[in-house]
């Protein structure tokens, strides 16, 4: 795309128009290679990938641009590129390898495991009346969900769309996603993706598919069957009808997008693209072309480099624009941050491109921030403008009512309640003020990691099926089992374990912050203790849809806490409040303690006061005014809390309890000084009128 009079992309004009771009009568194909000596185009009849049908040079132009027009290409065009260079450390070029176009927005698969072919896409969609929701951040409730795995086996989705694109945007999942009170939809990686040859030879996959072949193009297997048939463009358009119909009921859809490193893996790996274009420049290398691996699967893009920086952010434009897509999660975002002395700087004009880009505006931009590199972990380090998932809000609530409470029944709780209630109220130790607390992207669960379920169920990782004899995944999970490890017919056990991933889903719909909840958490879905199961294709990740009553009570909790959230503005502050201040859209925040009284600075670090209440008042600027009451109880004994005395507050309205099996929906009400009396380990939240 043209660029801004006020903005430059990496590269600048140079490297404007990559790809094939289609004209009258053909097209243009433009690569860049900066230590290619010859670069060839090579095109393949229709049916039959083996069968070459043609091959021209390109030329070398300015800037190292390599570029051919020829009416070789035409719409559905299969084609591929070779490409010829010096050998040397740091090159690994073969003039008789077919590489695929870094560009490709279409790809053929043949019979081999490394046989595709680039296609040539028409791009255009009828996007009819539809159009970006553009949810505000204060009132975005993400849904972590796999494409695959949220229809695969759903009763009421037609058989023909289960675990397809058009599956999730099927009436029966809109229905569903607004039941639940979500407002965006984030998928698991959907850019054209191959699992590692390693796991074939295991009989496995690469289900999540953090392993991405081409950085333009949808993954195929997620259409329909007879959208594959039809060809690119008809997986192409079944997406875009996704997308669409997902806005037309209001929902966004955010893409985790893995950027940092490709399918072709450590050298000797596959070579199927970016390693026969360029691979001195492509990838992060040592001298001798060792390469720097800081995503721990062989291989780490070089954004240091303008073309590897260009190619990420012309990305984003497309999907953000040709597919309409409202956010992006970004995948160990830390190795995008890397200068060329492969160190991370939050200033690194990658990152600070994604944020200006007039074609990325109001788009959300979430920042897994870190990556497994040294110097690696860069929660609340990343720019103005950027969303961050918020490992230590994760941690810090899981030893609250998890890891703590475990270490309680034998000896005493170890810490107090400080640290939680930072968390609680946006995490302003870890987010500087001008970010405030939406940069925090809250999270108890990920797709990577244990279930809700298993996180109250399980003390340790059973991931033997994984065939890596259990070493694979994370060792510290901050999880308790409740008394058994795994599956138990105690029904005392098994209610504690409920009530705890109340505490749980109740701490982070209602915390400052956006939360995301984890597709099946809602339902209490169980992965069987395996905290890894990234390999998995099978009924182990796919969501099931049959469910016992406490699941069924377990979503109407999570149903009943986002609309609150939805109901309650003090809930969800976009700044934070200044001592004495008048802040537009902060929550002024007072904490009282079990016996209603503010609370005092040693209560906050003593280990024997795990009980707080904390109060928020709104700061109306486009919503009435709004207070809450919410009751945090951090031990397993049972209490008596005094309500406090708070100006103009004349009663205190119920509006939910963890302590509940179903959401209460009557409203009792309370006034100042009334005795509560509080069981262990539970939340209650009130409106203040």
């Known amino acids: 795309m043209p660029e801004s009079p006020d903005f430059t992309a990496p590269g600048g004009a140079a490297l404007d128009n990559l790809g094939v771009r289609l004209h009258e009568n053909g097209a243009t194909l433009r690569v860049w290679s900066q230590n290619a000596t010859s670069i060839e185009l090579v095109t393949f009849d229709e049916t039959d990938l083996d069968w070459v049908t043609d091959e021209v040079d390109l030329a070398r132009g300015a800037d190292d641009v390599w570029e051919v027009t020829t009416d070789l290409l035409q719409p559905g065009t299969r084609y591929a590129i070779r490409v010829g260079g ?9 003039p008789e390898t077919l590489l695929l176009d870094p560009y490709a927005r279409g790809l053929a698969q043949g019979d081999g495991y490394e046989e595709w072919r680039s296609v040539v896409i028409v791009d255009g969609f009828d996007w009819g009346e539809s159009s970006k929701p553009r949810i505000p951040l204060d009132r975005t409730v993400i849904y972590e969900a796999h494409l695959k795995g949220m229809t695969k086996r759903h009763p009421d989705v037609p058989p023909a769309l289960h675990g397809t694109y058009a599956g999730l945007a099927h009436p029966t999942m809109i229905d569903y996603f607004h039941s639940l009170g979500v407002t965006a939809v984030e998928l698991l990686p959907v850019h054209a993706f191959v699992p590692e040859p390693r796991l074939l030879e295991r009989g496995l996959t690469n289900y999540w598919g953090y392993n991405t072949l081409n950085f333009f193009t949808p993954h195929a297997a997620y259409a329909t069957d007879d959208a594959r048939k039809e060809g690119p463009e008809a997986v192409l358009a079944e997406f875009k009808g996704m997308v669409k119909l997902l806005h037309e009921a209001g929902l966004e859809v955010i893409l985790d997008v893995v950027y940092n490193h490709t399918s072709e893996e450590g050298i000797g790996g596959p070579r199927s693209s970016l390693r026969g274009i360029d691979n001195a420049n492509y990838y992060r290398q040592q001298p001798d072309g060792a390469y720097i691996d800081t995503t721990g699967v ?3 893009l070089n954004t240091a480099m303008d073309a590897g920086a260009r190619l990420v952010l012309d990305s984003l434009r497309y999907w953000a624009q040709e597919m309409q897509i409202d956010g992006f999660r970004f995948d160990l975002a830390a190795a995008l941050g890397r200068d060329a002395a492969h160190e991370y700087t939050p200033e690194h004009p990658l990152l600070l491109a994604i944020r200006d880009d007039p074609a990325l505006q109001g788009v959300k931009l979430i920042a897994e921030p870190w990556d497994v590199g040294l110097g690696g972990w860069q929660t609340g380090n990343f720019p103005d403008g950027w969303h961050e998932w918020n490992d230590r809000y994760r941690d810090r609530v899981r ?9 309680a029944r034998r000896a005493s709780a170890p810490v107090g309640i400080g640290g939680f209630a930072t968390r609680l109220a946006g995490s302003s130790n870890t987010f500087s003020e001008a970010r405030g607390p939406l940069a925090s992207v809250n999270f108890i669960t990920a ?4 279930t809700l379920r298993d996180l109250v169920s399980y003390d340790v990782k059973h991931n033997e099926a994984n065939g890596e004899d259990n070493r694979d995944g994370a060792d510290m999970n901050r999880a308790f089992n409740h008394g058994v490890e795994g599956p138990s017919t105690d029904p005392s056990i098994e209610a504690t374990r409920r009530k705890a991933m109340r505490n749980l889903l109740g701490t982070l719909l209602l915390s400052a912050g956006i939360p995301m909840l984890t597709a099946g958490d809602e ?17 182990l990740t796919w969501l099931g849809w049959e469910h016992e009553d406490w699941q069924n009570d377990l979503r109407a909790h999570v149903a009943a806490l986002t609309r609150l959230r939805r109901e309650n503005p003090a809930l969800r502050p976009s700044q934070y409040a200044r001592l004495g201040e008048h802040t537009p859209h902060a929550s002024v925040m007072d904490w009282y303690d079990q016996n209603g009284e503010t609370m005092e600075q040693e209560q906050w670090t003593d280990p024997s006061n795990r009980t707080l209440q904390y109060v928020a008042a709104s700061t109306p600027v486009d919503e009435p005014a709004n207070r809450i009451l919410l009751i945090v109880h951090g031990t397993e004994t049972p209490i008596d809390i005094t309500l406090p005395a708070i100006e103009d507050a004349s009663r205190f309205v ?36």
């Not at 339902?523 to 009924?539: K, L, P, V």
């Not at 000084?673 to 209650?684: E, F, I, K």
Request: hydrophobic content about 25%; overall charge negative.
């Open 86 to 94: 010096p050998h040397g450390p740091g090159n690994t070029f073969n």
């Open 298 to 300: 062989g291989n780490t």
């Open 399 to 407: 030893n609250f009512w998890l890891s703590d409470i475990d270490y």
């Open 447 to 450: 797709h990577d990691g244990f």
């Open 523 to 539: 339902s209490g879905r169980t992965q069987r203790g395996n905290n890894n199961a990234y390999a998995h294709d099978s009924d």
């Open 654 to 689: 119920s509006l939910w309890s963890s302590a509940d099996e179903n959401p209460d929906v009557a409203s009792e009400t309370f006034s100042p000084g009334d005795l509560l009396a509080t069981p262990g380990t539970s939340m209650r939240l009130f409106r203040v009128e």
